[in-house]
């Protein structure tokens, strides 16, 4: 029997947990999941026979490396930061990784020692970055197996709350990881227009918000996300004029956090006593109060905007505007916000939330110019069986699967650009009602 060792049990894990259970019986597999939280574990596998549960400090070195011995394939749905100490275990003991995260910096600096191991890590593996690769480059394929010269790529995704839970001033639940929804954005934005590279920092990120008619679902605001270019080279798009990936937002969220950015609210370096401190003085404390004026009249006058404006809405919502005491000791700016995002939109148990994906392609071929439309909407069930956690877990239980049934050759630290990854992914995934919808312009 094949052992898969799962790190992380937060909201993306539910779906992934459940395909593998599912498929356990008949894959002859079994499956640890480890995380600090036991009653989370539990919560999430049930009584099955095919798991064993594994409450853990990750720190906790010898811990973690038994756990990774024992096993044939690890999977990471730690928080971003995390993965490199499983990755160097993974590569001292032998064993393949995949996770839903971005390759960064440490992990690149071991791509020579995982190649010349022949083993597997395979990073990008959920939604975005993940379904957006697989997709993307199946479409890009397909063009230019056609002759398609192509000239602009775009690409859209952003994790929404359903129109049917859309119920406060943000227009936004928490369906994911708080601390990546705080910290979103925060390194600016660079991609390539019509030939000339762009560059966004973060305090004018959300201002510059632009809007995308989405299909069944009207307009939303997108911001450029990340590093656009480093993906030209990976998708082998070099040289085309236009190259952008974005994220998909409500127009309410993109604006409402624009002012927390100029508040100064999403600030990570910087630690502030909260145990006496209101959640006014913490939201004011770049201000100048003018003491004959209302909390609101205060921050509006700072924003130039109306003391009955939607922001203040916002902000109202957040409780912002009110004398409680945060009380939540020594913690960031940023850190503090993830408190309050995570208690004020937090996802109630019937909300469901929402995946919009949504690639334009402009290509040429035999002289005609033509702009290809590719979507896709993905709807959660409930606050725990998420649209999130499916596209970010099912993708990875699936590539769990092709490895060991031994249908997956490749080797070194990839993303899922190849076809003979996202073909069999993609297939699958539509059994779960995760497909596109394609039109032509």
């Not at 602009?152 to 943000?170: A, M, Q, R, T, V």
């Not at 401190?277 to 913490?282: A, G, M, N």
Request: proline residues 4%; glycine residues 6%; hydrophobic residues 40%.
């Amino acid at each position: 029997m094949k052992n898969i060792l799962l790190f992380g049990a937060g909201k993306s894990a539910t779906c992934l947990i459940d395909y593998l259970l599912v498929n356990a019986p008949r894959q002859k597999w079994h499956v640890t999941v480890a995380d600090h939280d036991l009653m989370l574990i539990k919560s999430k596998t049930g009584k099955s026979y095919y798991v064993t549960p594994a409450a853990i400090n990750i720190q906790d070195e010898a811990a973690r490396q038994q756990l990774i011995q024992e096993t044939d394939l690890v999977i990471s749905l730690l928080p971003p930061t995390l993965h490199i100490i499983v990755a160097k275990d993974c590569l001292k003991f032998g064993k393949n990784l995949l996770t839903a995260s971005y390759i960064d910096p440490e992990i690149k600096a071991l791509e020579k020692e995982i190649e010349d191991a022949g083993l597997l890590f395979m990073y990008e593996m959920g939604l975005d970055p993940g379904i957006d690769h697989m997709s993307a480059m199946k479409l890009i394929h397909s063009i230019e197996k056609k002759g398609g010269q192509i000239s602009s790529f775009k690409s859209y995704c952003g994790g929404l709350i359903s129109p049917e839970s859309n119920d406060n001033p943000w227009q936004y639940k928490i369906s994911w990881n708080a601390r990546n929804v705080v910290m979103a954005g925060s390194s600016g934005a660079v991609y390539k227009e019509k030939g000339k590279v762009k560059e966004t920092d973060y305090v004018h990120l959300f201002d510059q918000s632009k809007t995308i008619q989405i299909p069944t679902l009207g307009k939303l605001a997108w911001y450029p996300n990340r590093d656009s270019l480093a993906y030209m080279k990976a998708y082998k798009l070099d040289d085309i004029p236009t190259f952008m990936r974005a994220t998909l937002r409500y127009p309410d969220f993109c604006e409402g956090w624009s002012t927390l950015v100029k508040l100064g609210l999403t600030d990570d370096s910087t630690k502030v006593q909260t145990d006496n401190l209101t959640y006014y003085q913490w939201a004011s404390q770049h201000l100048k109060p003018v003491k004959d004026l209302s909390n609101e009249e205060n921050i509006a006058n700072f924003l130039g905007i109306s003391a009955k404006s939607k922001i203040i809405r916002q902000l109202k919502f957040l409780g912002l505007l009110n004398g409680e005491t945060i009380h939540q000791g020594e913690l960031t700016n940023a850190g503090v916000l993830q408190h309050i995002v995570e208690s004020k939109l937090a996802m109630e148990p019937t909300d469901k939330d929402m995946i919009v994906m949504i690639h334009e392609i402009e290509f040429e071929r035999r002289g005609i110019t033509t702009r290809l439309h590719s979507y896709m909407i993905v709807q959660g069930e409930d606050h725990l069986r998420t649209a999130m956690a499916k596209t970010v877990g099912l993708p990875l239980g699936i590539m769990a699967k092709m490895i060991l049934q031994g249908k997956v050759t490749l080797t070194g630290l990839q993303i899922p650009v190849t076809p003979d990854i996202y073909n069999p992914v993609l297939k699958e995934l539509e059994e779960y009602n995760i497909r596109f919808e394609e039109s032509f312009e």
